[in-house]
């Protein structure tokens, strides 16, 4: 009988379980089959599972397993800086308040900060005044505002357009519109002189004019600073703020609130 017969054969009895493994070798051993003949039947008893691989699947547990336990390395100053962030939290930063000799009678001893209404009408400090410039013939003036006159004029229009305005400054604040030169009769000339010292800037002044615009917006984030207001963002936002705060310091209990 040919030699791939009694293979073919003996791989259908032993799936079937008719004939032990010791008949099998017998009948290897009688058909004297080759070695490598015995090997790649093997080789494809393995293939179709009926023949476990005890070997590779002792390797691949192994490998399996080491990889399992194989520890990972951590690099020593990321642990550090983990430890460092969590054991000590951010603290929050501390509001200094600066004290100030006065630079104007309606100003108070704090940076950016000018007294109330009910205190100025008290001291009877009822025309607020500053210097000017003209733009076109340069001279150099004291102008004069109604304190109360001024302020319900600015104070009206904030309570009537706060809510529109969104926390954003008009064009009219933004670019306003400047009195006219009593020297030459230049209108939209008198231009306000704003002190080079953030800490000697005539505010009061500024607002009741509505000049306000005319601030650098470094000087108008000088003021939010001083004054525990947001201080980032474009200057028509920093200038409302500038605005609102100045009406809510001379009238603490108005609509001036945000």
């Not at 009822?126 to 000017?132: C, E, P």
């Not at 230049?186 to 000049?211: R, T, V």
Request: charged fraction near 20%; proline fraction near 6%.
């Amino acid at each position: 009988m040919p030699k791939e017969t009694v293979q073919s054969s003996t791989l259908n009895l032993q799936q079937l379980n008719i004939i032990p493994k010791e008949t099998v070798l017998n009948l290897q051993q009688f058909t004297m089959m080759p070695k490598e003949t015995v090997q790649s039947s093997t080789l494809n008893l393995q293939q179709l599972n009926i023949i476990p691989k005890e070997t590779e699947t002792a390797q691949s547990s192994t490998l399996n397993h080491q990889q399992i336990l194989k520890p990972i390395m951590i690099p020593k100053e990321t642990i550090q800086r983990r430890r460092r962030n969590s054991s000590k939290p951010k603290l929050m930063q501390e509001v200094k308040i600066e004290t100030v000799t006065p630079p104007f009678p309606w100003a108070t001893n704090s940076i950016a900060t000018v007294h109330t209404l009910q205190y100025l009408l008290s001291k009877q400090l009822i025309i607020i005044s500053g210097d000017v410039q003209c733009r076109r013939c340069e001279k150099r003036y004291t102008m004069e505002f109604d304190l109360k006159e001024k302020f319900v004029e600015i104070g009206s229009y904030v309570m009537k357009n706060k809510t529109f305005l969104k926390e954003r400054a008009p064009s009219i604040w933004a670019n306003p519109i400047l009195p006219t030169c009593q020297f030459c009769n230049q209108e939209n000339s008198a231009k306000p002189i704003i002190c080079s010292d953030k800490n000697k800037i005539n505010w009061l002044f500024l607002l009741l004019g509505q000049m306000l615009g005319c601030c650098t917006l470094d000087e108008l984030k000088f003021f939010c600073e001083h004054t525990n207001n947001h201080r980032t963002g474009a200057k028509d936002r920093v200038l409302f703020l500038t605005y609102l705060t100045l009406c809510r310091q001379v009238d603490p209990t108005g609509p001036f609130h945000r």
